[in-house]
């Protein structure tokens, strides 16, 4: 029987739900049971389990794409990790979640340690139990059976990312590296900025160009939590708008000395007249422990004190996005009005705060 939860399958183990329709790109991470679905039998029963070489080649291909990979296994945990690390398997991985605990809370670990959305998860498990029982919980995971994975991955939308970009690439190495700067943090005796200033961080602000457009929709379309307004731009929306004179679309990266953490921030300001209109703010969930969420907030407040102009926001609360509102206030903003969804919201210039003293600042003039 169909559960209500998750509603009747589709051909090929597929559920289409009302709440759950193909997104173009939805899966950000795929989680993988390993007994009969990644590799052939049952470790503790076989220690000479061996991989499946179609899917050994489509962690490759999702890896490529920059969807990040996870495991949640009902088995032993220092068996299992020294069998992924002898099939040189291991790194692929981040957080795995290998232990006698149910599927669903090893999946709710696994989303809380990436901070990203269970609605933005597959799970792959050969038992249809085990996908019954994540899909009772999570609802809004994508479950698949492992028969059904190759194909699933080759032809739906929700693993099929419109652009394959520099970050898409790097991505597993971004989080490994994340990883790396959590456990520095943890061993560290200094704590607060103290710590932060031993990383070297670098934040860097600059217009929009050509190649960075592709990965601007890429952040529109991942980033839920700090995202001002929910919305999302494609390709050529954003196209028109960095060639507008009227329009001045910013891009952030942060690097540290772990590494880069990528193009993590995007803004998207309205310059025609003498009150400036910020209608997207955003920045990757990924850096909101590094204390540099407003730094590119109070940039364009700068901007636009010294062109002699005004600076109104937009924001649009979708749920998730609460802390962006947060950001606004700490910054000086106040409501000025509220129109449907819309809160308008108007910058206080005479107090902009300077960047914090454990990041250094660079920016290029638009």
Same mark, same amino acid.
């Given at each position: 029987?169909?559960?209500?939860?998750?509603?009747?399958?589709?051909?090929?183990?597929?559920?289409?739900?009302?709440?759950?329709?193909?997104?173009?790109?939805?899966?950000?991470?795929?989680? *993988?049971?390993?007994?009969?679905?990644? *590799?052939?039998?049952?470790?503790?029963?076989?220690?000479?389990?061996?991989?499946?070489?179609?899917?050994?080649?489509?962690?490759?291909?999702?890896?490529?794409?920059?969807?990040?990979?996870?495991?949640?296994?009902?088995?032993?945990?220092?068996?299992?990790?020294?069998?992924?690390?002898?099939?040189?398997?291991?790194?692929?991985?981040?957080?795995?979640?290998?232990? *006698?605990?149910?599927?669903?809370?090893?999946?709710?670990?696994?989303?809380?340690?990436?901070?990203?959305?269970?609605?933005?998860?597959?799970?792959?498990?050969?038992?249809?139990?085990?996908?019954?029982?994540?899909?009772?919980?999570?609802?809004?995971?994508?479950?698949?059976?492992?028969?059904?994975?190759?194909?699933?991955?080759?032809?739906?939308?929700?693993?099929?990312?419109?652009?394959?970009?520099?970050?898409?690439?790097?991505?597993?190495?971004?989080?490994?590296?994340?990883?790396?700067?959590?456990?520095?943090?943890?061993?560290?005796?200094?704590?607060?900025?103290?710590?932060?200033?031993?990383?070297?961080?670098?934040?860097?602000?600059?217009?929009?160009?050509?190649?960075?457009?592709?990965?601007?929709?890429?952040?529109?379309?991942?980033?839920?939590?700090?995202?001002?307004?929910?919305?999302?731009?494609?390709?050529?929306?954003?196209?028109?708008?960095?060639?507008?004179?009227?329009?001045?679309?910013?891009?952030?990266?942060?690097?540290?000395?772990?590494?880069?953490?990528?193009?993590?921030?995007?803004?998207?300001?309205?310059?025609?007249?003498?009150? *400036?209109?910020?209608?997207?703010?955003?920045?990757?969930?990924?850096?909101?422990?590094?204390?540099?969420?407003?730094?590119?907030?109070?940039?364009?407040?700068?901007?636009?004190?010294?062109?002699?102009?005004?600076?109104?926001?937009? !924001?649009?609360?979708?749920?998730?996005?609460?802390?962006? !509102?947060?950001?606004?206030?700490?910054?000086?903003?106040?409501?000025?009005?509220?129109?449907?969804?819309?809160?308008?919201?108007?910058?206080?210039?005479?107090?902009?705060?300077?960047?914090?003293?454990?990041?250094?600042?660079?920016?290029?003039?638009?």
């Amino acid at each position: 029987m169909d559960s209500p939860m998750t509603g009747p399958a589709t051909p090929g183990g597929r559920r289409d739900t009302p709440r759950d329709r193909p997104r173009r790109g939805r899966v950000k991470c795929v989680i *993988w049971d390993l007994d009969e679905t990644l *590799w052939d039998g049952v470790l503790l029963e076989d220690p000479h389990v061996t991989p499946r070489p179609h899917l050994i080649e489509l962690l490759d291909t999702l890896d490529a794409r920059g969807i990040l990979q996870s495991v949640a296994s009902k088995n032993d945990h220092t068996t299992t990790m020294a069998k992924l690390t002898q099939l040189g398997l291991a790194a692929y991985f981040l957080h795995p979640q290998i232990n *006698w605990n149910p599927k669903s809370t090893s999946i709710e670990e696994i989303a809380g340690a990436l901070n990203i959305g269970v609605d933005s998860l597959a799970f792959v498990d050969d038992q249809p139990f085990e996908r019954e029982e994540v899909a009772f919980h999570h609802p809004q995971v994508l479950c698949v059976d492992a028969k059904e994975i190759a194909t699933a991955a080759a032809e739906w939308e929700e693993f099929q990312p419109r652009f394959i970009t520099d970050e898409s690439r790097n991505r597993r190495s971004m989080y490994q590296s994340g990883i790396a700067r959590d456990q520095a943090e943890k061993e560290a005796t200094a704590t607060g900025e103290n710590f932060l200033a031993t990383l070297g961080m670098v934040f860097t602000i600059t217009p929009a160009a050509q190649e960075d457009l592709q990965r601007a929709e890429e952040l529109t379309v991942r980033t839920n939590q700090l995202n001002s307004t929910g919305k999302t731009y494609s390709y050529e929306e954003l196209k028109v708008l960095c060639e507008s004179p009227d329009h001045l679309l910013l891009v952030a990266e942060l690097q540290d000395r772990f590494g880069s953490y990528g193009k993590i921030g995007l803004a998207l300001i309205e310059t025609g007249t003498t009150v *400036w209109r910020l209608r997207l703010l955003l920045m990757s969930c990924r850096v909101m422990s590094r204390g540099v969420g407003a730094v590119l907030l109070h940039h364009i407040m700068t901007l636009a004190r010294d062109n002699g102009a005004q600076l109104q926001a937009e !924001f649009v609360e979708t749920g998730r996005n609460r802390m962006m !509102f947060v950001t606004y206030r700490f910054a000086g903003f106040r409501e000025i009005d509220h129109h449907a969804d819309t809160t308008l919201l108007q910058a206080d210039l005479t107090r902009i705060q300077p960047p914090p003293t454990h990041l250094t600042v660079k920016t290029a003039q638009p």
